[in-house]
């Protein structure tokens, strides 16, 4: 008997040591984490100036501050919603062994909750009756459900021929939920004690191998061009400005710059000889990204030679076990889409291949889902920090139309004026 519960305490030591890793749960909790947060921190303020309604109208006749009485309400608000992030964490966090993220993930929430209570006391001002505020709050959380590329995949949306596939849509967006649940999905994957220590050495590994597919889809695109004939004039135009934009990039990104038949890729001027020296300067590019693979690898290794030497092969395996989770790398750098690498357009072709590695290309703050940083002119803003700063910028502009009573002047007006139309009748 005593062997028999030796044998079961053992074994659920071991599966016990393997739960977070294989926790298949944790972009759904992180996700619902947000839903939460803006959940409560809008039923929490909803009723809070539409039941003070009858006094605000007798003390305006004291000239009481609006300023002072919005404060007010928006701390209490904020130290309810500070007090209620800390609790769902701790708990939840516990439940599913996440480690050394409680501070991370109680800024993110606490900040949406924040952002909800905003939004609720907007609500709360603008409308007479309670009954339209919780039929509203609905109509605020189902799109940040559909809109926020968990449940529908930003890729998966119905884009016009128009939308850029290069960033988030802008209904993408708009979502609050959409720069919570990244910032969290982000921080955990990206900057847990196991992954931070090989961040570096993955994403210069994920780059160069992505430039040389590059290289690879460029030569493609060459051969089409020399193939094709003067019937798909079209095409033959679109690989080269495909061609043209993208050696320019690579080149940069190589310091290995093309020669005087660069300006020769083109319909007028294209010819055999052309044809032999793009391909060749491909085929030096390529090489070039294979051997810049082949030494984030032996970073890496280093890397996995350092911590096997100080925490021994089953320490590095346990550290392994506790911080990394497979579904949520598996989400972030969108392993179950490995044959879609590339989306072409007519001007360029787009990286997919893994996201959570990728750099944002646009230097106003857009970029793709799972951007491990965003740009600001030439400033590269950690993603964690760039989605909050956005979370508090909208709050304070919620703030604004609050104190301002802008969406409260917006439905009086459109009560007026269905009142005119109504009188006139």
């Not at 085929?283 to 970073?299: G, P, T, V, W, Y």
Request: charged letters at 25%.
């Amino acid at each position: 008997m005593l062997a028999l519960l030796l044998a079961h305490f053992t074994k659920y030591s071991l599966t016990k040591e393997y739960i977070f890793r294989e926790n298949e749960n944790l972009p759904a909790y992180l996700f619902m984490c947000v839903i939460t947060s803006l959940f409560l921190g809008l039923i929490i303020s909803a009723e809070e100036i539409i039941r003070d309604r009858k006094i605000l109208k007798r003390e305006s006749f004291l000239n009481l501050s609006w300023f002072s009485y919005l404060n007010s309400k928006i701390l209490i608000m904020f130290i309810i919603s500070a007090i209620q992030s800390i609790s769902f964490i701790l708990i939840g966090n516990f439940i599913l062994e996440i480690k050394g993220m409680t501070i991370t993930y109680w800024l993110v929430l606490f900040t949406t909750s924040c952002l909800a209570n905003m939004m609720g006391l907007n609500i709360s001002s603008a409308f007479n009756s309670v009954i339209t505020i919780y039929i509203l709050i609905p109509f605020i959380l189902i799109p940040q459900l559909l809109f926020s590329g968990v449940i529908v995949k930003f890729d998966k949306l119905h884009l016009t021929s128009s939308s850029s596939r290069e960033f988030v849509p802008v209904i993408g967006d708009l979502m609050a939920a959409r720069w919570s649940f990244e910032a969290l999905a982000v921080k955990q994957f990206r900057d847990n004690d196991y992954e931070k220590k090989y961040f570096k050495s993955h994403m210069e590994e994920s780059q160069s191998s992505y430039w040389a597919i590059l290289a690879d889809e460029l030569n493609k695109d060459l051969q089409k061009i020399f193939k094709d004939s003067i019937n798909h004039r079209d095409l033959v135009n679109e690989n080269f400005r495909r061609l043209n934009w993208h050696i320019d990039e690579l080149a940069k990104l190589s310091n290995i710059l093309p020669g005087q038949w660069k300006s020769s890729l083109n319909t007028e001027k294209f010819n055999a000889d052309i044809y032999k020296e793009a391909k060749t300067y491909l085929e030096s590019l390529k090489s070039h990204f294979n051997h810049m693979l082949i030494e984030a690898r032996s970073s890496e290794d280093a890397v996995t030679n350092s911590l096997d030497k100080a925490l021994g092969e089953e320490g590095h395996i346990k550290l392994q076990n506790d911080y990394e989770n497979r579904r949520l790398k598996t989400v972030v750098l969108d392993l179950d889409n490995l044959d879609k690498k590339t989306y072409e357009t007519r001007e360029k072709i787009i990286q997919k291949y893994n996201p959570g590695y990728m750099k944002a290309t646009s230097k106003y703050g857009r970029a793709h889902f799972y951007a491990p940083s965003k740009m600001i002119g030439n400033i590269e803003i950690d993603t964690f920090w760039f989605n909050l700063l956005v979370l508090w910028l909208v709050t304070l502009g919620l703030y604004l139309t609050l104190y301002y009573n802008i969406f409260q002047k917006i439905v009086n007006g459109f009560e007026n004026l269905r009142f005119k139309k109504s009188s006139e009748i």
